[in-house]
């Protein structure tokens, strides 16, 4: 396939001296070396002009003679993006532009001009740079105290709240020596665990009546509906790190039947 690239965009004038002189100023692009001074005699006949970007960044600005003169609005036109649209359109209009018309959605400000020449443009407010991606620091004592099940407490460590975050979250669950949770399912999404310390069972099945032996180091997935509960017979604190992917866990209570 061919790779084609924009080398000028043209404007139709019947003054090429004159407009290219206007234009240079607005955007400080500059003719090639060999040029004269725009106030240069030579000007007044000329057919042909270009004006570039000396960053090299943007296509170049080409100034054409034509006999006809400007009858209808342009089917192409320029946008320039600035910071304040308003100061800018004001400083552009003491070059010589004429005021033409102002956008009134909030959502879109610009302000449309003319040249000396009656050929439109507009100038734009730039849209806000994204933010930029932030890492965040949760300690200890930053984190949210959430709702309880049974004698298990939970916090909140990575979440909407806390950081911002919008697809992951992250907790901390606590059950003390000699407690348990109460059996309960989350109907809503998947959990990962991480036992980080003591040691306990987690009571699982439609009757809770099997055990799976938890300690430090072990990993526990838990999918929506699957109910369990969190029992810590051992003589130290059993701390889980509970990874989910929803932010707000719909927890319902389990009954044995």
Known sequence: MTQLQVMNVVIDCADVGRLAAFW??????????AEPPFDDPSWKDADWVSLGDPAGHAPRIGFQRVPEG?????????????????????????????????????????????????????VV?????????????????????????????RAAAISAETVGSEGIFMGVSRVGPGLRSSAHTHTN?????????????FLVGPRMDQTLVVEPGDCIYVPPDAPHAVVND???????????????????????G
Not at 236 to 249: K, P, T, Y
């Open 234 to 256: 051992g003589e130290e604190e059993l701390v889980i790190i509970v990874a989910r992917n929803a932010q707000e866990e719909r927890v319902a209570e389990h009954v044995v």
């Open 70 to 122: 400007k009858v209808v609005k342009n089917r192409v036109h320029l946008d320039f993006a600035t910071e304040d649209e308003e100061a800018e359109a004001a400083r552009i209009q003491s070059l010589g532009a004429t005021f033409l018309w102002r956008s009134a959605d909030p959502q879109d400000p610009f302000v449309t001009l003319a040249d000396p020449e009656g050929n439109e443009f507009c």
């Open 24 to 33: 240079s100023a607005v955007t400080g692009f500059q003719p090639r070396e």
């Open 189 to 201: 999404c998947e959990s990962a665990l991480y036992v980080v310390s003591g040691r306990g069972g």
């Open 125 to 153: 407010r730039a849209s806000a740079p994204p933010t930029p991606a932030e890492i965040r620091l949760v300690k200890r004592d930053q984190l949210r105290a959430g709702a309880a099940s049974g004698e298990m407490t």
